[in-house]
């Protein structure tokens, strides 16, 4: 039976090892505010682009166009949920998101179908790459 306890601790230590080294963390919904879900839901969108600029198929950059529009979703559902003192980082975060997406959807994400990759690499790590710090910056994410 000693075994068996040693054997269960061993498995839940394995796993929060795991979990960590992969970068996940756990943590009850309620501990999610507005500001920390625009963070994580901005993060998304900014990997999933950048994924998209390696992609090498169709299939693949799709799938990553879609996981980009769901984080928008994520992020203005996010910032519409920002009121009282919020509302004001709310209001300067969505003037550069506004900027930032425009960008993206006519400029990034049509040089990448066209496969001018270098061109939308140089859009993404110039003013867009300074627009996602701005927005950072507003919301006060942490790395």
Known sequence: ???RKRFAMT???SIVVIALGLGLTFAPAA?????SETCAALAE???SLYSMLHAKD???QDALAAKIQAANIKVDSALA????ADAKVAADFKAVWNQFTATRDNEIIPAIYQGN???AKKIANGIQF???SRMWSIVSCSR
Do not use: H, L, Y
């Open 31 to 35: 501990w999610a505010t507005p500001a």
């Open 1 to 3: 039976m000693a075994w």
């Open 81 to 84: 949920r920002m009121t009282g």
């Open 11 to 13: 498995i839940s230590q």
């Open 45 to 47: 969108a900014r990997n």
């Open 130 to 132: 300074q627009r996602f």
């Open 117 to 119: 990759i270098d061109d």
């Open 58 to 60: 169709k299939f693949a």
